[in-house]
């Protein structure tokens, strides 16, 4: 059974612009959890969606977004990024709760 | 509230056991794990306990929850090389699939 995906694995961007980061959970999976990692904060929840649904919210500002498709894929995106959004982004999926599987990460690096 | 506290540093000889502490808050967590996390790589789950449980043994990994005192351990045994990681213990508040995760205890396995 294939783990969960995300694409890219690496970006680089600059101040002000936004990303979108993308995340395939593993098959069956409906719901998708989005987490950040820097050296400073650790890790931190973002947010969760479950059946195209956001479910949970972590406390990060409006320009943190995402969204879940039909096939339960899901997105994220940081809009007028700044350098302290540089981090390691992971996604985790599970089937209804207790089990939560990650992704290797996209890490963002913002100049 | 949520708050979940490890030791940031733990060296053990290979062939030794190795015994990650773990403290946690939030007295309505009704899962609590340990994930490992390798140089550069995503979360991998090693372990869960139900908060209704005091002891779980998987292989070489036993985990042990005081509840009372909120006390969470990763016993791992025979502690090898690629043992070598950063171990995460985190809780799930009640409400939805959010994690809560500790810094984050570094481990090194000297040969």
């Known amino acids: 059974k294939a783990g969960v995906t995300q694409t890219p694995r690496y970006l680089i961007k600059t101040r002000g612009q936004q990303v979108t980061l993308s995340c395939s959970p593993i098959?069956?999976?409906?719901?998708v959890s989005w987490y950040q990692q820097t050296p400073g904060q650790g890790l931190q929840f973002l947010f969760e969606?479950?059946?195209?649904?956001?479910?949970n919210k972590g406390n990060f500002p409006g320009r943190f977004s995402g969204r879940q498709f039909s096939n339960s894929r899901s997105e994220m995106n940081v809009s007028t990024l700044e350098l302290g959004d540089s981090a390691l982004y992971l996604c985790?999926?599970?089937?209804?709760?207790?089990?939560?599987?990650f992704g290797p990460g996209t890490r963002l690096t913002v100049l | 509230g949520e708050d979940v506290e490890q030791s940031l540093f733990l060296s053990v000889r290979e062939g030794d056991s190795s015994v990650i502490n773990c403290t946690y808050t939030?007295?309505?967590?009704?899962?609590l794990y340990w994930y490992k996390q390798e140089p550069g790589a995503g979360l991998q789950l090693l372990t869960y306990?139900?908060?209704?449980?005091d002891m779980k043994q998987d292989q070489r990994l036993t985990v042990l929850l005081n509840k009372k005192d909120k006390h969470l351990s990763l016993r791992i045994a025979d502690t090898q090389t690629g043992d070598s990681a950063i171990y995460f213990c985190?809780?799930?508040?009640?409400?939805?699939?959010?994690?809560?995760f500790g810094a984050g205890t570094i481990l090194r396995v000297k040969s």
């Open positions: 306990i139900f908060s209704n449980m």
């Open positions: 098959s069956g999976h409906r719901s």
């Open positions: 939030d007295s309505s967590s009704t899962y």
């Open positions: 985190a809780e799930t508040p009640e409400y939805g699939n959010k994690l809560v």
């Open positions: 985790a999926s599970s089937r209804q709760g207790n089990e939560q599987f």
């Open positions: 969606y479950f059946s195209e649904t956001q479910r």
